[in-house]
């Protein structure tokens, strides 16, 4: 397959998973222009839990990306409790260091350097939980990692810049529930994205501080497009294309701050 093949037409993880296809879901897991499509095969991969896909993932260890060897190292390390698959739990790298609030309480572990986390490493609440996992530069996360909720619950898992979200990422609810995949810049939803709510609705387009902004499309809790168009500040506002529950189109009309005026 050449690179403009690999570039249109990427493997569909969900397909493959479907037709437990393993050969193409270990095919998936070297797809290196699309993170995203590595992550979810490592997860298919993981809900099969075929001994085959022992070895594939555990050169899946190598890649440069850090979310892509973490969730390789945590599916390995399931896959390890089943008996025949793994002997030993991957563990985590030697050279492990620690830093601790003025209180004794353990602050951070991982790599050290001039006296600052570097590298990889884990930060820690004053009351022992789980902040962030990831990449570490000079004290903060910086690259890719996973921040958490005070309950445990992954609240971010993507790219960071000076410990703020920045690049692309996925962010959750406190109860678990995805709210948004897509791009991210300085801590807020900017560029284009993905916002999925608690009904089931999907609002799929561009975000400008932190709120759907510029051209957008919405889509009802059975998936059936019921709008595409402008938005602005969170609300359709411009003109934009109107569906029924149907997906039937009926027409297209000026919009206002989220009703229509034309």
Do not use: C
């Not at 789980?130 to 993507?158: F, Q």
């Not at 402008?230 to 009703?259: A, I, L, P, Q, S």
């Amino acid at each position: 397959m050449g690179i403009f093949d690999k570039i249109l037409n990427p493997p569909n993880i969900e397909k493959l998973k479907a037709k437990k296809n393993l050969k193409g879901l270990i095919k998936a897991l070297n797809y290196k222009m699309d993170r995203d499509i590595q992550l979810e095969a490592i997860g298919a991969l993981e809900e099969l839990g075929d001994v085959e896909a022992v070895e594939p993932l555990s050169l899946v260890l190598n890649s440069e990306s850090w979310l892509v060897r973490n969730a390789a190292k945590e599916v390995l390390n399931k896959l390890s409790e089943k008996e025949g698959l793994i002997k030993k739990p991957i563990k985590e790298a030697k050279g492990q260091q620690k830093l601790s609030y003025p209180d004794g309480t353990l602050q951070y572990e991982g790599g050290i350097k001039e006296g600052k986390g570097h590298g990889e490493g884990k930060l820690f609440n004053r009351d022992g939980t789980l902040k962030y996992e990831g990449e570490i530069k000079e004290g903060k996360s910086h690259g890719e990692g996973k921040a958490y909720y005070e309950n445990g619950i992954l609240n971010y898992v993507g790219d960071w810049e000076d410990a703020r979200y920045h690049g692309k990422g996925n962010l959750y609810t406190k109860n678990g529930s995805l709210v948004y995949v897509g791009s991210i810049k300085k801590g807020q939803r900017n560029g284009k994205g993905k916002e999925y709510h608690e009904d089931g609705t999907l609002i799929k387009g561009e975000f400008k501080d932190d709120t759907v902004d510029g051209k957008a499309e919405w889509y009802n809790k059975n998936g059936v497009l019921r709008y595409r168009g402008d938005w602005k500040k969170g609300k359709m506002h411009g003109y934009g294309e109107t569906y029924d529950e149907n997906g039937r189109y009926v027409g297209k009309f000026k919009w206002k701050d989220g009703d229509i005026v034309d």
